[in-house]
């Protein structure tokens, strides 16, 4: 069975830096793109960062282009979101997904495997 792991929330003061990891197994990790999502409490989950099966291709969610890097070690099967300038509307919980092709999905139904998240907390 697929599993995702993600590590590295915790509670942050507004400008501060944090770096999510999501460690997989049992996923041909090289041939599928991954993404990260959030969900906030009473909100929707949305999309963050995606990055294609071999990292050449990225896409990030508006309120976090400059701020946040999504990167994947195809060596390591895991998944990277750098995440800087962090600030109270970042919190949320995040997770760790990946894609049934290789090719960036921006809809959750794109996804077929998922962590379990990781919370970040930013205080102002």
């Known amino acids: 069975q697929v599993e995702l792991l993600e590590a590295g929330g915790r509670l942050v003061q507004a400008g501060d830096s944090l770096r999510l990891s999501c460690a997989t197994s049992r996923l041909t990790f090289g041939a599928y793109a991954m993404a990260w999502f959030r969900q906030a409490p009473g909100k929707e989950r949305e999309i963050v960062a995606a990055?294609?099966?071999?990292?050449?291709?990225?896409y990030y969610t508006n309120s976090v282009k400059d701020r946040f890097t999504i990167s994947r070690d195809n060596a390591k099967d895991t998944l990277y979101l750098e995440m800087n300038n962090l600030q109270p509307e970042d919190t949320a919980t995040y997770y760790c997904?990946?894609?049934?092709?290789?090719?960036?999905?921006?809809?959750?139904?794109?996804?077929?495997?998922w962590g379990q998240g990781t919370q970040v907390a930013v205080s102002s």
């Open positions: 990055i294609n099966w071999n990292g050449g291709t990225t």
């Open positions: 997904a990946a894609a049934g092709t290789g090719d960036i999905g921006y809809y959750q139904g794109a996804y077929t495997n």
